[in-house]
């Protein structure tokens, strides 16, 4: 949570991040998709997410790209854009992950 003293926020107690494989048959196997998400700003508006790949040249090499999904563990604090009103409960967003190339 936002700590007033030091303003930094417990991402997992906002937030839970899963990566999807697309298609089992053509996606890179589930092992391969481990991962780490780093907050990396926030403001009134928004948060910013950097996921660093264990394996970045294993995601989404299929024909179907993998996904990313965000779970609002806490929806109530997260007001939606289109609305003006809090995220109900349950409330998540999927993105596709585009291929990952070499650094």
């Known amino acids: 949570m936002l700590s007033?003293?030091?303003?930094?926020?417990?991402?997992?107690?906002?937030?839970?991040?899963?990566?999807?494989?697309?298609?089992?048959?053509?996606?890179?196997?589930?092992?391969?998709?481990?991962?780490?998400?780093?907050?990396?700003?926030?403001?009134?508006?928004?948060?910013?997410?950097?996921?660093?790949?264990?394996?970045?040249?294993?995601?989404?090499?299929?024909h179907v790209p993998d996904f990313v999904l965000l779970v609002f563990t806490e929806p109530g604090l997260f007001v939606s854009k289109r609305t003006g009103l809090p995220l109900a409960q349950g409330a998540n967003v999927a993105k596709k992950i585009p291929k990952q190339f070499p650094s």
């Open 4 to 62: 007033p003293t030091n303003s930094t926020i417990e991402l997992a107690s906002l937030l839970k991040v899963k990566v999807l494989q697309g298609s089992e048959d053509s996606s890179a196997p589930i092992d391969k998709l481990g991962f780490a998400v780093k907050l990396t700003g926030f403001d009134s508006k928004s948060i910013s997410l950097a996921i660093e790949f264990d394996s970045p040249l294993s995601i989404s090499v299929g």
